[in-house]
């Protein structure tokens, strides 16, 4: 079993910054470090949707469209701890943010859902205009 937790939510003015993490717990000497790790949200009344993802060691990552070049993806595998850096925040971006790991280990980067089998509970992230 992998247990995730998220921190770092809260609520900012549009422009502002946050930094998310997600700290693996568990099994994680033998399943986190080799398993690529994904940020999704979820906006009220909206479908679950990919955000950001990096594979085992950090070498690559993948950003949806809308967070491209406001978001940073980074992990430190040591803390067993991945990272949303976000930049230039918008009310568009309220949302609950999860972290998850994916199914598979390697260094592929994967943006469905379905690919993604360990999920945390969610961090709140409110940007007011």
């Known amino acids: 079993q992998v247990q995730l937790v998220e921190s770092g939510g809260g609520l900012v003015q549009a422009g502002g910054s946050l930094r998310l993490s997600c700290v693996a717990s568990g099994r994680t000497a033998n399943v986190y470090n080799v398993h690529s790790m994904g940020w999704f949200r979820q906006a009220p009344g909206k479908e679950r949707e990919f955000v950001a993802c990096?594979?085992?060691?950090?070498?690559?990552?993948s950003y949806s469209d809308s967070v491209k070049g406001r978001f940073t993806i980074s992990r430190d595998n040591a803390k067993t701890t991945v990272y949303l850096q976000m930049n230039s925040l918008k009310p568009e971006d309220t949302a609950v943010y999860y972290c998850?790991?994916?199914?598979?280990?390697?260094?592929?980067?994967?943006?469905?859902?379905?690919?993604?089998?360990?999920w945390g509970q969610g961090t709140q992230v409110t940007v007011s205009s």
């Open positions: 990096i594979d085992w060691n950090g070498a690559k990552t």
């Open positions: 998850a790991k994916s199914r598979l280990y390697g260094n592929s980067l994967y943006r469905a859902i379905e690919d993604y089998d360990y």
